[in-house]
T-cell receptor, first 112, second 111 residues
Framework: AQSVTQPDIHITVSEGASLELRCNYSYGATPYLFWYVQSPGQGLQLLLKYFSGDTLVQGIKGFEAEFKRSQSSFNLRKPSVHWSDAAEYFCAVGVGFNNLFFGTGTRLTVIP | SQTIHQWPATLVQPVGSPLSLECTVEGTSNPNLYWYRQAAGRGLQLLFYSVGIGQISSEVPQNLSASRPQDRQFILSSKKLLLSDSGFYLC??????????FGEGSRLTVL
């Protein structure tokens, strides 16, 4: 069965520091992978997605993610975090045609 | 451009009362529509999805139901709310390329 694991429930980084949020998935076929961001009390916004091709994908707000099939991972990175990046981040895998299966999320706190 | 609207944004209801959350999409036709629930400290759980008018698929058995009376309207309902129904409900749509676009969410508190 498919699953998405985000092992870090909460991460705190200093403003200007680099960031990496981990995501591991389990899915029998070629995955469609997504990262979404959610500000408090808001809906989810798509940061980036991987369907095929180049395994390093660029997204909005300076984020990027790398698909590593051998590790079943799709980690999200940003070289320099801004205070406005504080939010909750969700990794998701596309299952079939009709569903995205989400991880439990990682809450990011940014220290000035 | 496409937009998605959810209402009400916040709702406080007593146990046993009915529920109706509404979601509408503008700027697209024949979207796939979804209802997700987000409970505190947990990820998003798919509740229902719909690929067309009157076509509803349920992913999780519960006391909630969904209806799609019009192409761009998706309604989440309950006849009698339970405490466990509290959470943040998100409507989403896609045209089929798996990228979901989410509404702003509806926070339901059942007392």
């Amino acid at each position: 069965a498919q699953s998405v694991t985000q092992p870090d429930i909460h991460i705190t980084v200093s403003e200007g520091a680099s960031l990496e949020l981990r995501c591991n998935y389990s899915y029998g076929a070629t995955p469609y992978l997504f990262w979404y961001v959610q500000s408090p009390g808001q809906g989810l916004q798509l940061l980036l997605k991987y369907f095929s091709g180049d395994t390093l994908v660029q997204g909005i707000k300076g984020f990027e993610a790398e698909f590593k099939r051998s590790q079943s991972s799709f980690n999200l990175r940003k070289p320099s975090v801004h205070w406005s990046d504080a939010a909750e981040y969700f990794c998701a895998v596309g299952v079939g045609f009709n569903n995205l299966f989400f991880g439990t999320g990682t809450r990011l706190t940014v220290i000035p | 451009s496409q937009t998605i609207h959810q209402w009400p944004a916040t709702l406080v209801q007593p146990v046993g009362s009915p529920l109706s959350l509404e979601c509408t999409v503008e700027g697209t036709s024949n979207p796939n529509l979804y209802w997700y629930r987000q409970a505190a400290g947990r990820g998003l759980q798919l509740l229902f999805y719909s690929v067309g008018i009157g076509q509803i698929s349920s992913e999780v058995p519960q006391n909630l139901s969904a209806s799609r009376p019009q192409d761009r309207q998706f309604i989440l309902s309950s006849k009698k709310l339970l405490l466990s129904d509290s959470g943040f409900y998100l409507c989403a749509w896609t045209t089929g390329d798996r990228e979901l676009f989410f509404g702003e969410g509806s926070r339901l508190t059942v007392l």
